[in-house]
């Protein structure tokens, strides 16, 4: 789930770059790039979604105790320590 994670993140920051370009740079003046930028925008809403969905699923898990942390096999009690 990491991987998906640092591939939303990329193509999140290239689409930003698009629409950035397309509002301060000199997107807007070729075709082609402003296609690519339309295209852009929808994938940031996109991407924005799925990222939130895949770290929700992430904290679910944890709290339901499929967390990394809860699957160790050391046993930690609570009190004080000799």
């Known amino acids: 789930m990491g ?3 640092i591939i939303i993140r990329i193509l999140f920051i290239t689409c930003m770059v ?3 370009g397309y509002v301060f740079g000199g ?11 339309k295209v852009a925008a929808i994938l ?3 991407l924005f979604v ?3 969905m895949l770290f929700m699923i992430n904290r679910f898990e944890y709290f339901r105790g499929k967390g990394h942390r809860r ?4 046993v930690y009690s609570r009190g004080k320590h000799t």
């Open 3 to 5: 991987f998906g994670i």
């Open 27 to 37: 997107f807007s003046k070729k075709s082609a790039l402003t296609s690519i930028t």
């Open 44 to 46: 940031v809403i996109i």
């Open 71 to 74: 699957q160790c096999d050391t």
């Open 50 to 52: 799925a990222t939130n």
């Open 18 to 20: 698009f629409i950035i």
